[in-house]
């Protein structure tokens, strides 16, 4: 990989940070074959919950001296930072999080704490990122035009902190193209389209749907479909805003709505993977004032940016017995550990809850969820 004088010079520095993140970044761009590294506008971390990296990650990121160079924001930790004690947070672990989080912060990484870091600062069309969060970079770039490969937590954190990634995968034009035509037909549940198809496609699939799904439906897409697989952008016909770049793919597929059942006795439902949205709290409180109280333990996850600009809509949703917790989620919170069984309306909270907390997982859309929460379905 072609290296300019300054990043040779960033590559032998004495300041062992600055040359541990460029070997990243050099290592990354060799396997990949990057012809270079290009300048990024920010950066976004993930895998910061103490129960995720444990000790090991928290010493090697406090080994880590000196300043990001762009905008840098960090994903959920695992806990509430103020109710943690409401989640059943151990003290402990309270504390070696938030040493986690203090280690970021030195670094001049803003604690925003939310896998929708796009609520709070969106990308411009064009724009390459560093992006960890696969959730989060199949938004970036399906629906905003940004541009970002899935990072680890490391190379993102590297990118953070020289400024730069290497050219390759999703920054470069040909690489976007979409490979397979897939005609969804009828009104699906985006979450579970993008659980199964994950699995079975491979590239970047091209979307032609009977029902134009919302916003926040593609968030769910998304989501899904990079957790279940290596997706890490698709385009939507007359949609998003790269769909015309490109000649539509030969290969085609056809999906229908499935009969997929996930049930189970659930003493926890949770919503809110990703975080929720201003507009889903708002629907969700409306839903939710016919009802009394819920009858089963109801989480939802939303960001803090989101949290405060709905703070009036919140305390509809609470007094209804539903917490709402920030900072965190039912995927990288140990809190959930304590469950046995979760309902979730989130394809991408199906494929991690088994694999990372444990736990059986039912799955249903997000108004089921709630039915179910106060005993009604
Ligand atoms: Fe976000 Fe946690 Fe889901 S980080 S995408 S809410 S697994």
Known sequence: MYLTK??????????????KCMEILVALGEIFEAERLIPISSAHISGISYANIGEEGLEWIKGLKGKVRVKTTLNPAGMDLERWKDMGIREEFFRKQMEVISALKSLGVDPVLTCTPYYIQKPSFGEHLAWAESSAVVYANSILGARTNRESGISALASAIIGKTPYYGLHVDENRSP????????????????????????????????????????????????????????????????WNRYEVPS?????????????????????????????????????????DRVKIETWLFTSRKVYEE?????????????????????VVSPATERFDCVLTDSGKALTYLPKLRKVCVGF??????????????
């Open 251 to 291: 290969e085609r597929l056809v999906f229908e709505p499935s009969d997929l059942k996930f049930d189970c006795e659930p003493d926890l439902v949770a919503i809110g993977c990703p975080h929720l949205s201003s507009r889903e709290l708002r629907v969700i409180a409306e839903f939710v004032d016919r009802f």
């Open 179 to 242: 490979t397979v035509l897939v005609r969804v037909k009828g009104k699906v549940n985006t979450s579970l389209l993008g659980y199964v198809l994950g699995k079975e496609l491979e590239g970047i699939p091209m979307f032609d749907f009977d029902v134009t799904p919302s916003e926040d439906e593609l968030k769910h897409l998304g989501a899904s479909l990079a957790s279940t697989g290596g997706v890490g952008m698709f385009h939507v016909v007359g949609v998003t805003p790269e």
């Open 310 to 330: 709905c703070v009036d809509i919140i305390k509809k949703i609470e007094c209804k017995g539903i917490k709402v917790f920030r900072d965190t989620c039912m």
């Open 364 to 377: 249903a859309d997000t108004f089921t969820c709630l039915r179910r929460a106060f005993g009604e379905a």
């Open 6 to 19: 300054d990043e040779e010079k960033l590559l032998e520095s004495d300041d062992p940070t600055l040359a």
